[in-house]
């Protein structure tokens, strides 16, 4: 069974950047058989796709997102990273890592001075 990870800072300033890291085991991330994604959940709202990376390394991005957001990987260590770029405090959620088959716990982020 695929296990997914996130870690990164809990609270992050207005302006800056978010970075997040999700720790695959028990599954690649370079195989064709996934979508490697990230997600939140705002408070009180519903799930919102952020986007993924595939196996291949190609990146999609939610349109009103694509602007702030990128995701990378790391091979050497089989994880991959979403950093979202001039957070505001709207960008304060819980965060997911998924592969379509299975999530991460969730990590929550609130955007604060």
């Known amino acids: 069974q695929v296990q997914l990870q996130e870690s990164g800072p809990g609270l992050v300033k207005p302006s800056q950047t978010l970075s997040l890291t999700c720790t695959v085991s028990?599954?690649?991330?370079?195989?064709?058989?996934?979508?490697w994604m990230w997600i939140r959940q705002p408070p009180g709202k519903g799930l919102e796709w952020m986007g993924a990376?595939?196996?291949?390394?190609?990146?999609y991005y939610t349109p009103s997102l694509k602007s702030r957001t990128s995701i990378s990987r790391d091979t050497s260590k089989n994880r991959f990273t979403l950093q979202l770029r001039s957070v505001t405090p709207e960008d304060t959620a819980v965060y997911y890592c998924?592969?379509?088959?299975?999530w991460g716990q969730g990590t929550q982020v609130t955007v604060s001075s």
């Open positions: 028990g599954g690649s991330i370079t195989g064709n058989y996934y979508y």
């Open positions: 998924a592969n379509g088959m299975d």
């Open positions: 990376i595939l196996g291949s390394g190609s990146t």
